[in-house]
């Protein structure tokens, strides 16, 4: 069986978009999106867009938002290099805008 690496996520945008450019150019865009279970329980997870997918949309805080993409693991050395600290993104490669009217209860 062949391993898969695949996230799905429907939420709503919980804080502001921050979009940015790589040293070489390349358009990033940061989101962080939050789900609720049907327990009540929030997460937000981080989610990264680049290039064209970065720029396809102004996406602003509330805004409902379907993700397709993939989990990336990193670690992030902290300042002065002393700390790592793990981060997990997850690696957009399509995102929707979704509007309620069309989400069916369950």
Do not use: C, F
């Given at each position: ?69 993939n ?27 979704h ?8």
């Amino acid at each position: 069986m062949t391993d898969i690496n695949k996230v799905e996520l429907l939420g709503t945008v919980d804080a502001k978009p921050v979009p940015s450019e790589t040293t070489s150019g390349v358009k990033t865009l940061n989101l962080w999106v939050k789900t609720v279970d049907k327990d009540q329980r929030a997460a937000v997870h981080k989610v990264v867009a680049w290039g064209k997918l970065a720029r396809q949309r102004a996406w602003k805080k509330g805004d409902r938002v379907h993700v397709r993409g993939n989990i990336q693991h990193r670690i992030h050395w902290g300042y002065g290099g002393k700390s790592p600290t793990p981060i997990v993104d997850i690696v957009a490669h399509r995102l929707e805008h979704h509007s309620p009217d069309t989400e069916t209860k369950s």
